[in-house]
């Protein structure tokens, strides 16, 4: 994997380098390739030099692009870019400005249209107050990122599958349970609909599922919605081992869950039986 982000990086840089001698120090396509090139180098870990890479390549479309303060969408990328540059490195107040002047700018380009770089930068702010615990406000960046998504991809994307995904865990946080519910629900119908019933990623969210089963006592809807996990897990070309191993670990748990329950069940009785 990292010599395949090496062959990527030395092939940008190489590009870089002949757009630097045939456009000149402002072409639009050499901010293009220090954006791209500044994306590779950041997952490789060199967020320094990732940061002055998009830095030069905002700095050039801020100055081509300049309409009347108006902004333009590859100068609100950028910032969006810088944003997931500096939330990597958990410099979020950073982040958050980034963020927000991308978003800004978006809506100021895109008017009330729905649009992918509104949605992908809302998810970004998200996730952002997501970890900084802000969950009542990462809730409503989230509901933000769904509507376009789905407005741009349909309602089986991942990427709405992911915002249902975060929106089902702060619901979960805040022990509202049957809206979670209602939302793995809804991934699972539209992953059987999406992948087929026998798919690893319905076998995912049908885990997941069962753990909220599991988490409110419904051990029954649990335990079939695992089994019906391990069955899919066990049939894939290359079983996931640690999958199985998980999925067999939350078996056990209802297990013993079911067991405890029938022995409260039984003293419970017996506690009612006169003693003749």
């Known amino acids: 994997m990292q010599t395949d982000l090496d062959s990527l990086i030395a092939r940008a ?3 870089l380098r002949e757009i630097e001698q045939k456009g000149g120090a402002d072409h639009p396509m050499l901010a293009v390739c220090l954006g791209n090139l500044g994306r590779l180098i950041c997952a490789k870990g060199d967020y320094e030099r ?3 890479l998009i830095k030069r390549a905002l700095a050039i479309e801020e100055k081509i ?6 902004g333009h969408p590859h100068v609100a990328r950028s910032l969006n870019l810088l944003g997931e540059l500096y939330c990597k490195q958990k410099m979020y107040e950073k982040a958050e400005l980034m963020f927000n002047q ?10 009330d249209k729905c649009h992918r770089d509104i949605a992908i930068t809302a998810k970004n702010i998200a996730n952002l107050y997501n970890a900084l615990g802000k969950s009542a406000d990462a809730e409503i960046f989230y509901n933000r990122a769904l509507a376009n998504f ?13 915002c249902l995904m975060a929106i089902a865990e702060i619901f979960i946080s805040k ?21 087929g019933p026998n798919h690893n990623d319905v076998a995912m969210i049908a885990n997941k599922l069962a753990c909220l089963y ?10 079939l919605l695992l089994n019906r996990s391990l069955n899919i897990f066990k049939s894939a070309q290359h079983p996931d081992n640690e999958k199985i191993s998980s999925v067999l670990s939350n078996l056990e748990n209802i297990h ?6 029938e022995k409260v069940v039984n003293e419970f009785f017996d506690l009612l039986t006169p003693i003749e």
């Open 214 to 223: 599991y988490d409110q006592g419904q051990l029954e809807q649990a335990e």
């Open 175 to 195: 022990n509202m349970f049957s809206e979670a519910e209602s939302i793995y629900e809804r991934i699972l119908a539209s992953r059987e609909n999406s992948l």
């Open 13 to 15: 840089e190489e590009e």
């Open 256 to 261: 013993k869950a079911a067991i405890l329950r």
């Open 65 to 70: 692009y300049n309409y009347h303060g108006i």
């Open 102 to 111: 991308s978003l800004l700018m978006s809506e100021n380009v895109w008017k």
């Open 150 to 162: 789905e407005n741009i991809d349909g309602p089986d994307h991942p990427r709405v599958h992911a």
């Open 50 to 52: 990732s940061e002055q």
